[in-house]
């Protein structure tokens, strides 16, 4: 027998339209299914079975916990129980492909749609992927329509589909269309469903060989229930313009992507059932008109369904030489691809119902991607190894002087007062203070132009810095040799005027007592926010700390314990991410944050965003959390955990954490106890101690519990008493108490950098003598 022969009698005819398409789905549970099953495989016609179950199911729990890291001993146990005790081999499905022979073992419909989905998220919601799946898309003309419909699928846009095409795969289409040789003469609607089904065997998928025609587009449209969407990518113009006119008739809107300049039209139907077709674009035309015309004489109605002025280069003189040197319009398979993410992300946005309008748009990548129209990048190179240190030493080289011993209280010796002052501690450093002189009296103030935020509730935490200011003044001036009396409030009619102190040259307190030394620690008070050894606090320097918060009147109440610490990490990593989720909160920080050199240098106040001492992941993760819209979403779906893991870990390092807190509610009391936090961080730092306050939380508990939650939202005011609750559990909570800060203790070296303060003239004005 000749080579020609033994060929010849084993080639098989191309299947037309009884070619298969549908995979069969057995279950092991079902004694019919069983027998067919082993029927198929009796008879030899299963040639590869694929069994990769276990993976399926093992991945399958890994994706939902995300966090989760078993060894292989506990990831198999897990498979086993989620298998109810059943054999491997009865769980799910066994897909049977007859066009490939092959016998894949798959996950219940519901599971495996989730897994396969699962890379989805958050692109795509649960609750988007649950409405989507629902949908019912229609598809007319499978050459560019296919590509559509089968990344449709892939996305899991629709999980019911119809698809019609007269024509068979031609080996010319293969320049465009994904699909074998050896497909070459199946109809196309069968090749684009064997693809969708490999994709998802559950999925329900009809078919029109024989191409729609007047008597079957209605049931195309409507059989079975309205198709919730068209995706019209045909080349026979009667079709493209009567399938519009029997979509608008049952308000469906229709979708088409025109192979030309990444061109897409959106017809609203179900929104305007009287709007014109192709937007008016042919003026009244109809399909029976244009049912008789040959390709040729469509030409300017193609044209003007094009509508363009700058049509691509090459695009017209195509159409000139259709039925001279070329047969049919020509396309490309980068705009076939290019066309199918724009169907699939179009038709994904208008069924969620975030995209309502009709129209036209382009995307072309010949005009975005072309000399002279590429984005310009900023460079972010590391700063030089010696920026850091430049601004540490500004601060460290630039020592405060006190006033001179003994003499009088001039203008230069009021400057040096204050610039001790302004060392120190403000929420967001914002430096909320400002000081008028006159003669021995120097009034501290609130800044009139400072704005409110959510967390300086009731300007307690302006009256906790400015307090914190009055001490630095009071041990400049006792350092100094001057007697320095403070009267908080002095003027009920003058809320702003948080303290009055007046200076004697001689008098009781003048250069004597146990606090003047701490004035040598005021120029090197910072916040440091260096993770720690997780060294446990030594005994003498809890008790300093402890001794120091009595005698200013305070209580310090410590957390030393691991446990505790833990506890108090997860508290606060809530509480943090609570504060970025919110909107407004979200905004108060941002507002406070310094992203560059020339920012901090310029404004002088704020958060260095250097002095937070990320890595440059933590800064990246920072530098994306910047810009609200990038976490609404965030906020929607409920994420956000990994908010949590900064605080979480900064505790879990630290030696302590403590609460330092003083009788009473009032803006007198948070200004005495601003003096009493200040002697607290001096004495801290003289011991070698570093300092990091995190006490946002206390201040947004302070709002809930004293001023009703004002400007938060129920779900975050929720949040906040569940948060007290817990922090209840290791901190002891006292209602009548002002809780003034929550400092995270450690022993660490010096920061590299520290926050600038503005300079003394700009907070500092001199008026007459008080009365005058």
């Known amino acids: 027998m000749s080579l020609e022969t033994l060929i010849s009698s084993r080639t098989t005819a191309t299947a037309g339209e009884g070619a298969p398409l549908r995979p069969t789905l057995y279950s092991l549970d079902d004694p019919v299914h069983r027998t067919a099953l082993g029927a198929l495989l009796e008879r030899g016609e299963v040639t590869a079975v694929r069994d990769a179950l276990g993976e399926q199911v093992a991945e399958l729990l890994t994706a939902r916990r995300p966090d989760w890291s078993p060894d292989a001993d506990g990831l198999a146990a897990a498979v086993e129980a989620h298998l109810g005790g059943r054999p491997a081999s009865a769980y799910g499905s066994w897909a049977w492909y007859p066009w490939s022979r092959q016998l894949v073992h798959v996950l219940p419909r519901d599971e495996y749609r989730e897994l396969r989905q699962s890379r989805n998220r958050y692109k795509i919601t649960a609750a988007e992927q649950e409405l989507l799946t629902g949908r019912t898309i229609a598809v007319i003309g499978l050459s560019v329509g296919a590509a559509s419909a089968v990344t449709l699928a892939q996305e899991g846009v629709g999980s019911r589909f119809r698809l019609a095409d007269f024509d068979r795969l031609s080996l010319s289409n293969l320049n465009r269309l994904r699909a074998s040789v050896a497909d070459v003469g199946l109809p196309k609607v069968v090749i684009a469903a064997r693809q969708m089904y490999e994709i998802d065997p559950h999925l329900d998928i009809e078919v029109w060989p024989q191409g729609l025609t007047e008597e079957n587009v209605d049931?195309?449209?409507?059989?079975?229930?309205?198709?919730?969407?068209?995706?019209?990518?045909?080349?026979?113009?009667?079709i493209k313009v009567y399938a519009r006119e029997r979509a608008r008739a049952h308000r469906i809107p229709v979708l088409m992507e025109t192979n030309e300049?990444?061109?897409v039209d959106v017809e609203r139907f179900d929104r305007e059932p009287h709007r014109p077709l192709l937007h008016g674009l042919l003026s009244g035309v109809t399909a029976a008109e244009l049912k008789t015309l040959s390709t040729r004489e469509k030409v300017p109605y193609v044209l003007r369904i094009l509508d363009?002025?700058?049509p691509s280069e090459r695009f017209v003189p195509s159409l000139v030489e259709i039925g001279q040197t070329i047969s049919s319009w020509p396309q490309l398979a980068s705009g076939v691809a290019l066309g199918a993410a724009l169907v699939t992300d179009t038709a994904r946005r208008l069924l969620l119902g975030t995209f309502t309008a009709s129209g036209r748009w382009f995307v072309d990548p010949g005009e975005l991607v072309r000399d002279g129209t590429e984005t310009i990048l900023r460079s972010e190179e590391p700063p030089p190894a010696g920026a850091a240190r430049e601004v540490a030493a500004r601060e460290v080289t630039a020592p405060l002087r006190l006033p001179e011993s003994g003499r009088p209280l001039d203008e230069e010796a009021v400057r040096r007062l204050v610039s001790y002052g302004i060392q120190a501690p403000s929420g967001g450093n914002v430096q909320p203070w400002r000081f008028v002189s006159r003669g021995r009296v120097l009034e501290c103030r609130i800044a009139g132009d400072l704005a409110p935020t959510l967390l300086d509730f009731e300007r307690s935490?302006?009256?906790?810095?400015?307090?914190?200011?009055?001490?630095?003044?009071?041990?400049?001036a006792r350092a100094a040799g001057w007697a320095c009396r403070a009267r908080l409030f002095p003027d009920p009619a003058d809320p702003g005027l948080v303290c009055a102190l007046s200076f004697d040259l001689e008098g009781p307190g003048a250069a004597d007592g146990p606090r003047v030394p701490l004035a040598d620690w005021i120029g090197h008070r910072t916040t440091n926010r260096a993770p720690g050894a997780d060294t446990p606090l030594a005994g003498p320097d809890a008790d300093a700390l402890t001794r120091c918060a009595q005698e200013s009147g305070a209580l310090l109440d410590l957390v030393t314990e691991r446990d505790g610490l833990e506890d108090a990490g997860r508290i606060l990593g809530a509480g943090d991410r609570l504060r970025i989720m919110s909107p407004a909160l979200h905004r108060d920080m941002m507002a406070e944050m310094r992203w560059d050199d020339e920012e901090v240098r310029r404004t002088r106040d704020g958060i260095d965003v250097a002095t937070l001492q990320l890595d440059r992941t933590d800064l990246a993760g920072i530098s994306i959390a910047r810009h609200w819209p990038n976490l609404a979403f965030i906020r929607r779906i409920g994420g956000g955990a990994s908010f949590e893991e900064g605080a979480r870990k900064l505790v879990a390092a630290s030696s302590a954490i403590g609460v330092l807190s003083i009788p009473g509610t009032t803006p007198d009391a948070y200004a005495r106890g601003g003096r009493a936090l200040q002697r607290l961080w001096l004495t801290a730092t003289s011991r070698g101690l570093a300092v990091q306050p995190l006490?946002?939380?206390?201040y947004l508990l302070a709002r809930v519990e004293r001023g009703g939650g004002a400007g938060l939202d129920t779900e975050e005011i929720a949040t906040l008493r569940a948060l007290r609750t817990r922090l209840a559990e290791i901190l002891p909570h006292r209602p009548d108490n002002a809780e003034l800060i929550l400092v995270r203790l450690s022993y660490a070296p010096p920061p590299a950098v520290r926050s600038l303060r503005r300079d003394v003239g700009s907070c500092l004005r001199f008026a007459g003598p008080e009365g005058a």
């Open 219 to 238: 049931a195309f449209l409507t059989g079975g229930g309205r198709a919730d969407l068209l995706v019209e990518e045909c080349d026979d113009l009667y």
């Open 261 to 263: 300049r990444g061109m």
């Open 308 to 310: 363009q002025e700058r």
């Open 461 to 476: 935490a302006s009256h906790l810095a400015i307090g914190a200011a009055v001490e630095n003044i009071d041990l400049a």
């Open 695 to 698: 006490t946002a939380l206390l």
